[in-house]
């Protein structure tokens, strides 16, 4: 392969970056382009459309070659774009991103909201930038940034929905509509995380999967007076509490069936050794009041169960009336919103039939007990990637960031990360990006790195070129 010249694409990139992609990123920023699930009337108004536009117009701009743009609507389904870069070489990439933002919330500073874009310092301030308007085009860039050295490169597909921040419902049928136009990826980027720092690359190598629902416990037909039924009408709380110490121990919070843990591999081990002996106190850093002690202690226990055993939380209860409304009545029944976060590589529709079973047998004292899970999500859990693309990154972010990439692992859930592992089980997967400290995504302030935005870009060009060597391994 004709190597890179990194200090060719550090400019070149630096220069598109200032001069096209990021007035194009602006007026991104403008737009209020909610995601469905957050404004009912997105078709009328328009602005997904819009986001979507604003992007074309400025891939249409860029000396790109071989680049081809197709937008899809299907009824009533939020649109998709798809830009295609033929490639000069073998291999397929599959960039992913998402145009759709989250609503505005409040509390922004002083001249600052979520439709006017600020640049202060290195940063760009404004809703979308870092989740994930940004994506596209550093993804595209990157492209861009070999091609000005004519170096052979794989076919490159820039899928950017914008129904993310909705739970993705129309990605499936989009990945249908589409399937023989996006063949089997090699390799696929996903820009849509960040790291722990903006000192290097952090390459996500796992997310946590949830499986959640309502545990509902039924004991009467009616309240009872409790100077009359209690101790001998069961308590629906007791009876719920009960229920999930099968789930749960009580005691330590340790969830308890051997179904819902992973094994955790040495190599997962040191990877998260290595992060907690950089990062110190910071991955422990919980607003505690004082006296309050953590589940556990051991700075690397708590990092690996952060992200990768399970855990258990009541998130909502139903049946309970406040406590000013409170009379001396023995409740009907007690409903509880359950959060289970499953390991990385955990089956969670398995999981999820495993828990109702779980929880509805043999009910104590015959209560009435159903447990409905209604949020069900796979984890994510990368393959190893092949030695030419982890060395191409090696030495481009040494190059780009004066460190190497760190493995990172997250215990928040990503649907759409299953979603295409399920959809492309041999593909290998880089999913990393520009947020990290005060990025503040889906809050007030929202913003992104600039610096951070353009070394992915340049980053993510060493990854697409090395495609090439992967296929012919």
Not at 34 to 54: K, Q, R
């Amino acid at each position: 392969m004709k190597s890179i010249d990194f200090t060719r694409l550090s400019n070149y990139i630096d220069k598109e970056w200032d001069e096209s992609a990021l007035p194009s990123l602006c007026d991104f920023v403008e737009i209020p382009a909610l995601s469905p699930s957050f404004d009912s009337e997105w078709e009328e108004n328009g602005y997904l459309d819009a986001a979507v536009e604003t992007f074309v117009s400025w891939v249409r701009s860029l000396p790109l070659k071989r680049a081809s743009i197709s937008v899809h609507r299907l009824k009533k389904r939020s649109p998709l774009l798809l830009v295609t870069i033929e490639g000069d070489s073998d291999g397929n990439v599959l960039f992913y991103s998402h145009l759709d933002k989250q609503p505005e919330a409040t509390g922004w500073s002083k001249g600052k909201g979520p439709w006017k874009p600020v640049l202060e310092d290195d940063w760009l301030f404004g809703r979308g930038s870092v989740d994930d308007g940004y994506g596209g085009y550093s993804g595209v860039l990157s492209v861009l940034g070999l091609q000005e050295q004519d170096i052979p490169h794989p076919t490159c597909r820039f899928l950017i929905e914008t129904g993310e921040e909705s739970g993705s419902p129309d990605l499936e049928v989009y990945l249908d509509e589409l399937k023989s136009q996006l063949g089997i990826p090699d390799l696929v980027i996903v820009l849509d995380t960040g790291g722990m720092d903006y000192d290097r690359l952090w390459v996500t190598q796992s997310l946590r999967g949830i499986v959640a629902g309502t545990l509902s416990v039924k004991v009467s037909s009616v309240g009872v007076h409790s100077g009359h039924g209690s101790g001998v009408m069961p308590s629906s709380f007791r009876l719920a509490r009960q229920l999930l110490s099968r789930l749960e121990d009580e005691n330590t919070g340790e969830i308890l069936p051997d179904w819902l843990h992973l094994e955790i591999t040495d190599e997962m081990k040191k990877s998260c050794s290595e992060i907690v002996k950089m990062k110190g106190d910071s991955i422990d850093d919980f607003p505690l009041l004082d006296g309050v002690r953590k589940q556990v202690d051991d700075p690397l226990d708590i990092f690996m169960t952060m992200n990768l055993k399970p855990s258990l939380s009541v998130i909502g209860a139903n049946g309970i009336p406040s406590i000013e409304s409170a009379g001396n009545v023995l409740r009907t029944n007690t409903d509880l919103k359950i959060s289970i976060r499953t390991p990385p590589g955990i089956n969670a529709s398995k999981v999820a039939t495993k828990v109702q079973s779980l929880l509805e047998k043999d009910p104590p004292n015959g209560a009435h007990v159903t447990a409905k899970m209604t949020e069900v999500a796979d984890g994510f859990l990368s393959p190893v990637l092949p030695d030419s693309i982890s060395s191409a990154l090696d030495n481009a972010c040494n190059e780009f960031y004066g460190n190497a990439p760190m493995s990172l692992y997250i215990g928040g859930t990503i649907p759409v990360m299953a979603m295409l592992q399920s959809r492309y089980p041999n593909s290998k997967f880089v999913i990393t990006g520009a947020g990290g400290p005060g990025g503040n995504a889906h809050g007030p302030d929202e913003k992104l790195h600039i610096p951070t935005a353009k070394r992915v870009a340049k980053c993510m060009a060493s990854a697409v070129a090395s495609v090439v060597d992967y296929k012919h391994e």
